[in-house]
C-alpha cells in the first residue's frame, strides 16, 4: 500500500471510548479503507477521567489512555492502518484539563504545594482571589451541612469519591483549621457560579483552563503528542478550542513549529462573513462554516420566513419574544454572564479596575468597577463574533456602533465615558504593557465562552422554528442559501485554504446531517407542516408550552422510524429534558423543576411520540423522497466541494442521531470490514458516498490544494433548482435542491445544465454519457443527484 498523503483527501472520525477502543478501531480499518478515505480522525487519546465518553477531560497529557488499550493499542492501530494505506490524525485538547485531583496528577501537585509548585504556571488560577486558596465546588450543600463527611485519610482528605492532597504538617489539625491551612478550599458547588478563580472550559467548573501560551507548559502538555508525530504514528491535528487559549495565533505559530508543518486544522467557529486569520498557520477549520453552507441550499427562504410564522402562531405568547434571532441572542447573553459566567464577568472587571486605579493615564482614573461592568457587560453582549484576536482586530470586532448601543446604558451620560475607556483599551490606545495584555486576553476568553454559551448552548434551544437550522455555526436567523452565495463560498475556499476540513455531522452536532435534510423540507411546506401539527396537537394534553411542543414534533419528524418504539421514546424524551434544560426558560441544569421535567416527558410519551405522532410520521413518509433528495445533495456535494471531508462515524450510510450522548453510541462494524449492520446489502447513500471517495482517491489533483472550482449554472424554468460546479474540469457534481417547490412547480421541463466541453461519463451509471448541454429531467431521471467524470479525448 502506499503512504497516507501528507494532506488527507478524506477523514473518517471515530469516537474512541472504553466501548470503543483502540482495538476496535483496528477492526474497522479494512471496511474505513474501503471507503477510500485517507486518515482515521480519531477523538483524544491522552489520559481523561475514567469511563470518559469523549476525552476531552484529560487529566495526563504525558500518557496515553489505558482505557482505550494504552501507547501500544495506539501503536497497533497505526501499524494496520498503514498496512491499509491509512494514516492517523489525533484531536488534542490544549486549552483545558479535567478538574480533578485524584487522577491529575499535575493538579494534585499544585493543591498541594501551592503557586510555589512547579507545575503552578501549568493552571489558569488566581491567586489573589479568595485569600490565595482554589476553590473547589465539590460539595453537595454549605460546608456546615457537609463537614461531617470530610474525613482525614493519612495525608489526605476525601469527601465521597473526591480526594484532595493535604498540605505538609496539617493533617492533625481540627477541621477549621486544616482547611484554612491548604491552598485550595472545598466549597458548595453553587458558588461555581460566582466564587471561582480559575480559568474554566466555558462555565464547565470540572475543567480547569490550561496556559499553554507559556512556552514550558506548552513543551510538557505536549511532549507525548509531539513524539508521536515525529515518530509516524499520527500524521497530523485537530486543535479543540483554540479560543478559550490566551493567544491562539502564538500558540498556532509554536506547534506549526514543533510539528514540522503537519496538516492541522482548528475547531473555529466563524461567524457568517469572518474569515479565519491569514497568520494562523494551519490548513484551515474543522468544517462548520461548510456545513452551514451546504445545509443553506436546500432551505426555501420564502418557506423559512412563513415558517416563522407559523410558529408564531402555534407557540404564541409562549415564545422567547415571537421569533426575532438578534434579541433572542441579546437576552441570552445577559442571562449567561449574569449567571453561569458570572465568576468570569467578575474576574475581568477586576482586571480592568486595577488597571484604571494604577494606570498613569489620568483618562483611566476614578473609574468605578460598577461602571466599568457594566461597560464590559454592554459590549461584550454585542459581540457578533466569538472574540478579537488583536487591537486592529478589535476595531472591527467592538465596533463604535456597538459602543454608542452600550453607551445608552448608563443613566448619566459622564459614567458612561467607561464604554470609552473599555473599547480604547481594548483597541490598544493606551499602551501595550503587561496589564494591557492581559485586560485584552481576559476579554477574548470571556467572549467566546459568553458567545458559545449564549448562542450554541441557549439561544439555538430557545429559537426553535426550524431546528435544523439550529446548528454549531450556523446563522438560525438567515439560514438559507442560494446558489451564487455558496458558489462564492467554495471559490474562497479553493482560493484561501483548499485544504481546510469540511464536515456535516460532527461528535458536537445538535442532530446528524440526515435528520436536517428531512427538517430542511419543512421550509417547502410550512402551511402542510402547520395543518399536520394543528391535527396532531388537538386533544394532546398537557402540553407544557408552545415553543417546548413544536421542537418535540420536529424533532420526531426529524429522526423519523428509529428501531424500537420504547428506545425511540427514551431517546426523544432526553433530547427533549436536555432542550429545555438548556434554554433555561422553566428549568435548567441547576436549578431543576421536577413538575415541568416530568411534563415534557408525559407530553412526548403521549403526543409525538404516541398515537398522535402517526400524523407527522406520515407526513413524513409522504415527503420521503424529497427528505431522499436532500440527503444525497448533501452528501454528494460535502465529499466534491473545495475542502478535506470529514465523515462522522457510520454517516457514510443513512445515520439519524439527535444531540449527545445520542450521537456518541459506538458505532458498529461487522468483521472482515464489512461495515456491519445487520441491514444487509449497500443503500443508495452508501453508494454516493464510495463513488465520490474512489473519484477522490483517484484523482486526487481534481480536488486537491491546486485544483479548480468552477460553477455551472443551469438554464430554463428550473434552473434554481439544480446546483451544479465543476473540478479542474474533470469532475461534475450536480444535485437537485428544493425538490417539493420543484414538483409543485412542473418539474424540471425544459430546464438544461450546459456542460463544459468534452464527453462526461455518469460515475455511478457506467454506459450513461453525456456531453454539451444536458436536459436536466434526462440528467436526474435515475437519481437526484449526478457525479460525472470526464472521458478521455
Known sequence: MPPAPAVPTATYRLQLQPDFPFS????AVPHL??????????????????????????????????ELGGEEGLRELSRTARDHGL???????????????RHNPALWEVLRDGPSSPRARWFDIDWE???????????????????DRLKVDGDVLRYHDHAFPLREGTAGLPLPRLLDAQWYRPVWWRLARTELNYRRFFSISELIGVRVEDPEVFAATHAKILELLHEGVVDGLRVDHPDGLADPGGYLRRLHEATGGRWTVVEKILADGEGLPASWPVAGTTGYDALRHVDGLFMDPAGFGE?????????????DRGGDWDATVRRAAYKVLTHELAAESDRLTRVAARLCATSPETALRDRAPWALRTALTELLVRLEVYRPYSPEDAATVVTEEAAAEARRAFAVPEEAGAVDV????????????PAQAEFRTRFAQTASALRAKSVEDTAFYRYVQLLSATEVGGEPGDPAVGPDRFHAYCARVQRDWPATGTVLSTHDAKRSADV?????VLTECPGRWADVLAEASRGVEPVPDGQLAWAAWQTVFG????????????????ALLKHVREAGLFTSWTEQEPPYEEAVARFVAAGPCGVPGRKVAELREALEPHIRANVLGAALVHLTMPGVPDLYQGTEREYRALVDPDNRTPPRFGENGDGGDGGGGRSEKEAVTRAALALRARRPEVFGTSASYEPLAAVGPAADHCLAFARSGEVVTAVTRLSLRLAESGGWRDTRLPLPRGRWADVREPGREFEREVRAAELFAASPVVLLERLPE
Do not use: C, K
Open 422 to 433: 473599555v473599547r480604547d483599551l481594548l483597541l490598544g490606545r493606551y499602551g501595550d504593557g
Open 559 to 574: 429522526l423519523g422510524p428509529a428501531g424500537d418504539e420504547r428506545a425511540r421514546e427514551e431517546r426523544v424524551r432526553e
Open 87 to 101: 494514516g492517523l490524525i489525533l484531536d488534542i485538547v490544549p486549552n483545558h484539563m479535567a478538574m480533578s485531583p
Open 307 to 319: 415558517l416563522l410564522d407559523r410558529y408564531r402562531a402555534f407557540a404564541a405568547p409562549q415564545t
Open 516 to 520: 436536517r435534510a428531512a427538517l430542511h
Open 129 to 147: 482571589a479568595q485569600g490565595g486558596q482554589v476553590l473547589l465546588p465539590v460539595l453537595g450543600g454549605p460546608l456546615g451541612e457537609e463537614a
Open 24 to 27: 476496535a478501531a483496528t477492526t
Open 33 to 66: 479503507a474501503a471507503l477510500n478515505i485517507s486518515h482515521l480522525h480519531l477523538s483524544p487519546v491522552l489520559e481523561a477521567v475514567p469511563g470518559s465518553r469523549h476525552g476531552y477531560d484529560v487529566v495526563d497529557p504525558t500518557r496515553v489512555r489505558e
